[in-house]
């Protein structure tokens, strides 16, 4: 008998993270229930039969009891919730499983597009050209710089971190990263310096911002800290807007203190008013760095290739697993 | 008794390629002739002593005549031109030396900022953002794709692909390259699969135009080569822009088949109706990807490097060698 | 109060595997108690405070019982063995965690050390010179062979295939993987090309033999496989002795069918009338690949650095976790 | 009518440079002359005619008078001889090409391999095995060092050492070169720190030595260098024996001060009995690194791609020009 999967990936439709050929073999490998969207009675009756639940219901105590035969839980939004009773999932050994990699590839090719485009002025002279007031050659270059060799500095180096790493690695840049939770070790072994994060803001001309939030980290960028990256620096922040100030941040791209792109606001969509809509020193992202078609299929491969294994009586290798240690830090996902 | 070395870099200004310390070298190890800019007579009377000449002035026979002891002359804008009679200064071992390698770092930087954009769509969605219609998260990508492990082409592989190919390493891409002027060997050598034109337009999504122009690669992709672009794909052009038909290809920008982004432009400055300036798919820049104040420095130091080494009895290791085969095809710079 | 660390690393001793400034930190952050080798009693008295064990004692479910506050069991040797109650550990959200990391960069340098060797002749060329009869220039080079561009096979991809890839990059490689125990897409993101045994042994100049023995892999490698490989092609064993037979091996490379390099026997130390002791085509290398005191003291690294996250509310990093799928596969250490 | 190639290449046989196929190509482009070898008269009647002459014959000014078409003059052994009356070649725009780059990747991996084995004792070991006095595990690992992160220092950058630059990548190595013909621009640019020679001997695990012989290089690593080697530094030398001081070598290897492996000799063949062929902490190889038969076919290859090159107007790629500056400084080629 195949193990039975219950798919209720909503708000991600279906047809978003799987191909058709995984869905394909999803139902070739397990007998898959799916539930409607928020019918919560018929994610109720299938749970007694459960091998692995595919998605983001809430799973108190009660549900995991209805649940004898859950080996997985997988979570394929990008971010843990506090939806699951993680304890007693831990203690019956269910894997608790997230596709936070999957944005991964994606973040870091936006991330230094990003940080190209301020590099360069790119955007700013497409519009510029627009409007009929582009400037040949060298004299729209004036503040154009090379990322080759620059100083680099990373604030996080997580899953983003790691992916952002490699295209970096061609142009040879001095490399500081500050990451708290990360022992040094793991920083040199990436051939980076471990540095604090005053240092890393004030030695490099090229900040990329990859640190998620925790109580730790909210407002880890205020004002005192946005005054210490040098005269002309360039700021790409890629992860999640509580970590920056984000009305000290406008101030200073308005003094053009420094160049900033962001991908990520303290509001989304952002007020018709704000003043970053009309600021130069700025690249404007609307939260599209990580979610984009091959992200989104790439969460439906890991999905099937790591139950495929767990059925085999293999370890999950793709997907992320929850640490015990840090679901007490787990937010509830942001309204809408 | 010092080399003399005749300084004549216009119209690039002598501050912009030279820092005051490679300029206070130059001053150190050499004897500093500077005539005026136009002042004929100031340089035919420096001729006589002169052992090295940076610039472009003509240098036709007479003049070459008149420098019985010049060992180099060093053109500091980055194409030779027509100005030197190129076979007397063979016979007579004259170095002809360029600063072309001296942009390549920052054109490759340009060009994989562009790709970037095209990639994600980072300018256009900055622009949207600016004029209240930005789109949030998946719904503003649906054309994003990654550039990981896409297949990339390259047509045209000297400085320019040479300086790029790193950059692409940590993509992983499927890359192929057209270059008639050189053997298979090169390319494999790069990791990269030597290919026809027309195979690497037809089945690459990301096209990197590097090609400089010559009688043969003028419309090198016309109408019909653009009509091999596989839809969607994403065409980068950062070299001269007589290789690409402009207007076949504002028609398939349009048109909607591909996106595009130019640095070069078949008049310069565009006119003010041109059709680019309003369309959607392309990346507008204005010749800006080679002359940042980075490169421009680079020239000087590699000119006072390797003037040192031929000073010392070293050949040159920086600059790039006019190479007799090909000063025929040199053409006159464009006026202005 | 410190948490309670119990130290029995034994057979390996603290001076190895600890820095004199890493056991300092350790002392620093815990309280370290240090039962004598093979002191059951006094183990056992410590449990009752400990907070991790650091080393392979046997852990039965009495003993963990005995041990409320237990968090951590790393093991310090290289390989998980039964010596834990592994279901026990789990339910109660003990870390299980492996050292096996540790060594991989030691052994992936000694396999392409071994490599180079093979592909060159290094070692059996500098026996020819010491008992006067070597070959100059291309005589002795008449099987010498490039890395560069090769078609390379792994056999297994863990730890020791991760740490070698990135070694591998640079020869740019054809690359072909096995590894049942892995998705294609793993593969495929380190950019290489799955295949299944019989290709990867048929299309490869160069395979390195990198899994770990199983059930499934004991004599992965028999006489036929063997006689899969290209005629001079190099073969790399530095895993498990178990995964190849050892005897088709001896006798293929007595008849000069390919050339090899090991590094573990299936008796060690080996017989003294092996006849692998005098054959010209191999490298015998006697268990060294992975011990070597970089790698020793990377362990004690490892070992605080995740002590100090998990003591300090986070998860570990460095270490390698025991999966509960895998356990019931560990294997007891062999003898001695 | 074909362009005449002379083709002389002895000593190298024909065979051994040029595969099959690129014999053919040879030959479909062009009209090959063959004289024997020695035969003067033969090639002096073949000069009148030709268009390049492949080999390394006696070209004095008469024989070049002799040659009012020749366009390019072809070593095929690996460094330049004075056997051409250069001045006269330069001030014809004659192309004098030389095939050194040829061997750089196999000389590039034989050095690696050489440095592994030093780190690791690999051939020293394998020699303990077949004496039955092997030691396991960690016992035989005392002096074993990672090559990743060290201290690594290169004495020339050369083609050697370009070639190997990309190798070392993945070691991530702190990485100082000595090359006093280079700019410090063209070490930056290679992401390596310009050094002295003394810096880089006392500073470096690892020093790979690859400088080229000239009068300034003869015995540049004399006693007084080779004492500035720390303890244990593992010492490669594979470009000219005339570099180093072979006896103050054979010295401190056999007082155990530093470990070297060492594919050139200052006399080949080495005497019977030389102290280096007991010493233990020596890899001893027989000037094998760089001729093996990919980088013999390499040759061919080069040579008729930039024959064709030339034939078609443009300018030689792939083959290494002579520099006039440089010309005086070739030496006659060893006897035998």
Same mark, same amino acid.
């Given at each position: 008998?195949?193990?039975?999967?219950?798919?209720?990936?909503?708000?991600?439709?279906?047809?978003?993270?799987?191909?058709?050929?995984?869905?394909?073999?999803?139902?070739?490998?397990?007998?898959?229930? /799916?539930?409607?969207?928020?019918?919560?009675?018929?994610?109720?009756?299938?749970?007694?039969? =459960?091998?692995?639940?595919?998605?983001?219901?809430?799973?108190?105590?009660?549900?995991?009891?209805?649940?004898?035969?859950?080996?997985?839980?997988?979570?394929?939004?990008?971010?843990?919730?506090?939806?699951?009773?993680?304890?007693?999932?831990?203690?019956? #050994?269910?894997?608790?499983?997230?596709?936070?990699?999957?944005?991964?590839?994606?973040?870091?090719?936006? =991330?230094?597009?990003?940080?190209?485009?301020?590099?360069?002025?790119?955007? &700013?002279?497409?519009? $510029?050209?627009?409007?009929?007031? /582009?400037?040949?050659?060298?004299?729209?270059?004036?503040? @154009?710089?090379?990322?080759?060799? @620059?100083?680099?500095?990373?604030?996080?180096?997580?899953?983003?971190?790691?992916?952002?790493?490699?295209?970096?690695?061609?142009?040879? *840049?001095?490399?500081?990263?500050?990451?708290?939770?990360?022992?040094?070790?793991?920083?040199?072994?990436?051939?980076?310096?471990?540095?604090?994060?005053?240092?890393?803001? #004030?030695?490099?001309?090229?900040?990329?911002?990859? $640190?998620?939030?925790?109580?730790? #980290?909210?407002?880890?960028?205020?004002?005192?800290?946005?005054?210490?990256?040098?005269?002309?620096?360039?700021?790409?922040?890629? #992860?999640?807007?509580?970590?920056?100030?984000?009305? =000290?941040? =406008?101030?200073?791209?308005?003094?053009?203190?420094?160049? @900033?792109?962001?991908?990520?606001?303290?509001?989304?969509?952002?007020?018709?008013?704000?003043?970053?809509?009309?600021?130069?020193?700025?690249?404007?992202?609307?939260?599209?760095?990580?979610?984009?078609?091959?992200?989104?299929? /790439?969460?439906?491969?890991?999905?099937?290739?790591?139950? /495929?294994?767990?059925?085999?009586?293999?370890?999950?290798? &793709?997907?992320?697993?929850?640490? *015990?240690?840090?679901?007490?830090?787990?937010?509830?996902?942001?309204?809408?």
């Amino acid at each position: 008998m195949k193990p039975v999967v219950v798919l209720v990936p909503q708000p991600q439709p279906v047809e978003r993270i799987f191909r058709p050929e995984t869905l394909a073999r999803l139902r070739e490998r397990f007998t898959v229930v /799916e539930p409607e969207a928020g019918d919560a009675a018929a994610l109720d009756a299938a749970l007694p039969d =459960a091998w692995a639940v595919v998605g983001q219901p809430d799973l108190p105590t009660e549900r995991l009891d209805r649940a004898p035969g859950l080996r997985a839980v997988i979570n394929v939004e990008g971010n843990f919730y506090p939806n699951v009773d993680y304890p007693t999932a831990f203690t019956r #050994s269910i894997r608790v499983l997230g596709c936070g990699p999957a944005y991964a590839q994606a973040v870091a090719e936006h =991330a230094l597009g990003l940080a190209l485009d301020l590099a360069r002025g790119i955007s &700013r002279e497409d519009r $510029a050209f627009r409007e009929g007031r /582009e400037r040949y050659l060298g004299e729209g270059n004036a503040d @154009a710089v090379l990322l080759r060799h @620059a100083d680099v500095g990373l604030v996080g180096y997580g899953n983003l971190g790691r992916a952002l790493r490699p295209l970096l690695a061609p142009f040879a *840049p001095t490399l500081r990263v500050y990451d708290p939770w990360l022992p040094d070790a793991v920083l040199r072994e990436a051939d980076a310096t471990p540095a604090g994060l005053d240092e890393v803001l #004030s030695r490099s001309r090229f900040v990329f911002v990859l $640190a998620t939030v925790t109580g730790d #980290s909210e407002h880890l960028l205020g004002a005192r800290e946005l005054d210490l990256l040098p005269e002309g620096a360039r700021l790409v922040l890629v #992860s999640r807007a509580a970590v920056t100030d984000y009305d =000290a941040l =406008a101030e200073r791209l308005a003094a053009g203190r420094f160049l @900033a792109a962001s991908d990520v606001w303290p509001t989304e969509p952002m007020a018709a008013d704000s003043p970053f809509r009309s600021l130069e020193g700025v690249v404007l992202s609307a939260h599209r760095a990580g979610g984009i078609p091959a992200a989104f299929l /790439e969460i439906g491969d890991m999905v099937v290739d790591d139950l /495929e294994l767990m059925a085999g009586g293999l370890a999950p290798v &793709r997907l992320q697993q929850a640490a *015990p240690e840090l679901v007490a830090r787990y937010r509830n996902r942001p309204a809408g």
